[in-house]
């Protein structure tokens, strides 16, 4: 009896230690289900807080000025920033025509002189012309290819497909793929992968960033038949 009831405390002792984690998972799952969902929200607020503060210090000290001529000590929140949101829509328009572009074209080249501000306006384009940019007309779907070597795979965005059988064998069909990096996928590789070696995913193309940019984190789900289904090839 003693050795019995000694393995009962022992198996008891055994589940409630078990069941700890279990009981916490829930709790853990939803906190952290709450902060992925916080962060992003309260991280775009407090950016575009800081935009909105920044375009309207840029005109609100001269309307105010303007306007203190007739109205001395007038203050109209949020004007300097509806005069700057004109001045973008404005280039962005000028952006549409011929003059416009020549126009913008000569005043790039002429801050692509200054040689701080040349490195300083060439990185925020790009950095601007990689959010800006649709997705959706650059990628056309999401592949699965063995690099960097053998029985090692990376996900890879097609971007486009190539034949160009005058130069080898191989590159007869070609898929241009775009290999993003982690976390940061508007930087990454081009690679000219023979069509037959490119592993379809049943994903779309925003399921593969979102996979890329939390590094794996955030998996699309590829259970069941969905997942020997190929997208048909362009």
């Given amino acids: 009896m003693p050795v ?48 909105f503060d920044f375009m309207d210090g840029i005109f609100a000290p001269v309307i105010d000025k303007a306007i203190g001529v007739y109205l001395p000590g007038a203050h109209v929140p949020g004007l300097g920033l509806a005069l700057t949101l004109l001045v973008v829509l404005l280039l962005g328009w000028l ?41 959706g007309d650059a990628f056309q779907r999401v592949v699965l290819i063995e690099y960097p070597k053998e029985n090692i795979f990376a996900l890879a965005f097609v971007t486009r497909s190539a034949s160009w059988p005058h130069l080898h064998p191989k590159t007869s069909d070609l898929l241009l793929v775009f290999v993003p990096t982690t976390p940061n996928p508007t930087s990454g590789f081009l690679l000219l992968v023979p069509r037959g070696e490119a592993i379809p995913m049943p994903i779309s193309v925003e399921q593969g960033i979102r996979m890329v940019i939390s590094g794996g984190i955030l998996l699309p789900d590829l259970a069941g038949p969905k997942a020997v289904q190929s997208t048909p090839p362009r």
Avoid: M, W
């Fill in 95 to 135: 952006s549409t025509n011929v003059v416009g572009r020549q126009l913008i074209h000569g005043i790039e080249s002429l801050i692509c002189r200054i040689p701080v501000a040349k490195s300083i306006y060439s990185a925020t384009k790009g950095v601007l012309e990689a959010v800006s940019f649709d997705q």
């Fill in 4 to 51: 019995n009831d000694s393995l009962d405390k022992k198996t008891a002792a055994a589940e409630g230690t078990h069941s700890k984690p279990r009981a916490r998972t829930p709790f853990k799952r939803i906190l952290l289900t709450g902060l992925v969902i916080l962060v992003p929200v309260t991280l775009t607020i407090y950016i575009l807080k800081q935009i």
